[in-house]
């Protein structure tokens, strides 16, 4: 077997269960940052309150949409998907 052959054997990521651990990941930061409320929460950061309910829950979300949630946590986005995924 030739050493310097690439491993073309490609992953199959499941979009469902991605989504589930992001919106897993948005409460349990929301939670450690002392916000029991993810309304509370998204209304101090200027988020439509029923949208982050809907990202809490797994539901799909736009780029844009996570980005601004990372920056209400003061995250970078390397540093929001260094656990859980």
Not at 21 to 39: N, P, V
Not at 51 to 58: A, D, N
Not at 73 to 79: A, H, I, Q, R, W
């Amino acid at each position: 077997m030739d050493s310097k052959k690439k491993n073309t054997e490609k992953v199959q990521l499941d979009p469902d269960d991605q989504l589930a651990k992001l919106g897993a990941r948005i409460k349990d930061l929301r939670i450690k940052a002392g916000y029991t409320s993810y309304e509370y929460f998204a209304y101090e950061h200027n988020i439509p309150r029923a949208q982050f309910g809907r990202y809490e829950q797994g539901k799909d979300l736009r780029f844009s949409s996570l980005v601004k949630v990372v920056n209400a946590f003061g995250m970078t986005l390397n540093e929001f998907f260094s656990e859980g995924f």
